[in-house]
């Protein structure tokens, strides 16, 4: 049965060009998967939506399998992939939480992207099984890339038109409460603080590498960007990207992403 979030995503959303709008979160993510994906790698994208990380990293030399819980994304990526003239080892029409059913063999991957799934799935324990399922992928060593939506994100889109917002309480208690049904619009998700997105990661197999706030300085500012040349743009993504793992900057960024490696560090590391 087709569930809330996969409809929304098959008939409502376009998400090809939401990162084709949203630069800055778009392109810092890529300087990360640039710095910590290095030569050619095998890679499984969670949740990765039509594929825009999928084929950029497939253009890099990369393995890449896709998966995704949308049919229509799953479609598309495969026609943007002959498009952008890169293979996709495998697209998979398939849930976060069941990745041992679609993939069966574990620790098989250099790097897994967790990009979507854990700001989708509002109860604790999706999340957890979601992020456990993605950790059992990776290979020892491997790089896992996880994405969140920040709590302050809702108060931060409303900003950006600083058009009649309605009630502040319904911004603010996402601060309090995270969880979105679809009746408040977008779709089901779940937004957190910095905190909380980080005690989840703590509580597996992990050793953080990085935690960033991907938009910071730019949040907001996707029209101005594209209306600059391409040097002056480059500059300020290049800006935001030196900015991003700024512990002070994080509550101006709607998305946080969080590069871990599998296995615990130890004392002697």
Not at 160 to 185: I, K, T
Not at 237 to 248: T, V
Request: proline share 2%; glycine share 10%; hydrophobic share 40%.
């Amino acid at each position: 049965m087709q569930n809330e979030i996969e409809r929304f995503y098959d008939e409502e959303y376009e998400e090809w060009e939401r990162l084709a709008w949203h630069l800055p979160e778009f392109e810092v993510t890529k300087r990360y998967m640039d710095q910590y994906i290095g030569g050619h790698k095998k890679v499984l994208d969670v949740g990765g939506g039509p594929g825009r990380y999928s084929i950029y990293l497939a253009g890099q030399g990369h393995e890449v399998t896709l998966l995704d819980l949308s049919g229509r994304n799953i479609r598309q990526a495969i026609d943007k992939a002959q498009e952008a003239g890169v293979h996709l080892d495998s697209c998979i029409h398939g849930n976060a939480l069941w990745l041992h059913e679609y993939l069966y063999k574990k620790e098989q991957f250099d790097a897994v992207l967790l990009m979507g799934p854990l700001y989708h799935l509002s109860r604790e324990e999706d999340r957890r099984q979601a992020l456990r399922e993605a950790v059992q992928m990776l290979k020892p060593g491997g790089v896992l890339f996880a994405a969140f939506i920040s709590g302050y994100a809702p108060v931060l889109a409303a900003a950006e038109s600083l058009a009649d917002f309605g009630s502040a309480d319904r911004l603010l208690r996402y601060l309090e409460d995270g969880a979105n049904d679809e009746m408040a619009g977008f779709t089901t998700a779940y937004f957190c603080a910095e905190e909380e997105a980080r005690g989840l990661m703590a509580g597996e197999d992990l050793t953080g590498l990085a935690f960033a706030g991907v938009e910071n300085i730019l949040c907001g500012k996707e029209r101005q960007l594209h209306e600059l040349d391409q040097e002056t743009r480059d500059k300020w993504l290049d800006l935001a990207w030196r900015l991003s793992g700024d512990r002070k900057l994080l509550g101006m960024s709607q998305h946080f992403l969080y590069i871990g490696r599998k296995g615990r560090k130890t004392d002697e590391e």
